[in-house]
Structure formats: C-alpha cells, structure tokens
C-alpha cells in the first residue's frame, strides 16, 4: 500500500501539493529537477545580496551542508545562533547571539550594577525567545523540518558550468516527459483501485 507522502511533494517555493512525478510545480512553475543543483552556499549568497527570488527554502539537507554538524553546533552552540549562521539564516542568529551577549554581560557585572529591573522588564521576554528558538532548532534539525535557504548553484563546486548543468536539467525533463505518461496512468490506476 502506497502512503499518501509517497505521491506528493509540497513545493518548497509556493507550498503547493504536486503529484511526485510532476516537473513543474502547477502553481508556480518551478521545476522540481533544479532542486537537485541547489546548494546552500549559492543560497547564503543570495541571502547576503538580498536577492530574495533566488531564494529557496528547503528541509530536505542540500550536499554542502551536513546534518550532524549542525546538530552538533545547535546542541553545544545554539545559544549564540552558531547553527543559524552556519546554515545561513543569518537574522534569527544574530537575534540569538545580541541576546546572550547582552544576558552574559548583565549576568557578568551584576555584583556592580543592578540590572534586575532592566532585565525583568525588557529581557525576560527576548531570553524566552532565545531559548525556544534555540531548542526548537535542535528538535527541528532532528526531524528534517528545518528550513534551509539554498539556490541554484550554477558554479557547481566549480565543477560544471551553468550551460552544462541547464542541459543535464533538459536532457532529465525529456526522460522524465517519457515516464510521465506511464505514471499519470498510475496513479490515475490507484486511485480507481482506492474507490
Ligand atoms: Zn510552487
């Protein structure tokens, strides 16, 4: 029996629900097979010229980046948003990494100064936050939920140029116009078997 995650993929763009075997998302026209030249350094990148539309986030871990590392740097590093630099979602880690500093710095010279005020009126509440990003993070990372901004990166490692990588895509869109017919018919098969 088929389970129903088998024949969908939710695009990572629109978050629209696709059949599987589409090539295109039919919201928003994305080919899926780009999804295989991302990477998330491409992605850091356009993150850092701010060239949203380049942009894409994904859960699914692109080849440049590893989970374990960033499970590792969560774990040990999260408060001060190590993992969110190192994956390239540079806001919420500065977020976390302002926030501990200036927690550190009223924890460090609280015999000298009385911050208790300050901190209960206006840093409780970012410090929650911190800590819920921070552990959420990690739990998120665990279960392959975490959004990864990636592009495509035409550069390649510097291994193929954007001419080589734009024929692979076609050469793969034409293969797969051929297994297309086949799985529609499938699928259309399942679901009458379903009825
Ligand atoms: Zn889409």
Known sequence: MQRKEDLFITCPRCKEKNFKNQ???SECGLVFDKLNYVTNRAGKI???KREKEKVLKVDKWPPDVK???ALLLCGFLGFLGIHNFYLGRYVKG???LFVTLVA???ILLENYIDYSAFYETFFFIPTAIMFIFWWADFLLIIINKYKIP???DYEYFGVKTKNEILQEIAEFDN???DKNSDNVENILDFKRKKK
Request: aromatic share 10%; hydrophobic share 45%.
């Open 46 to 48: 356009a993150v850092v």
């Open 104 to 106: 550190s710095i009223c």
């Open 150 to 152: 990636v592009a495509i």
């Open 23 to 25: 090539k295109k998302c």
């Open 175 to 177: 293969k797969q116009e």
């Open 94 to 96: 500065a977020f976390s």
């Open 67 to 69: 989970k374990y590392k």
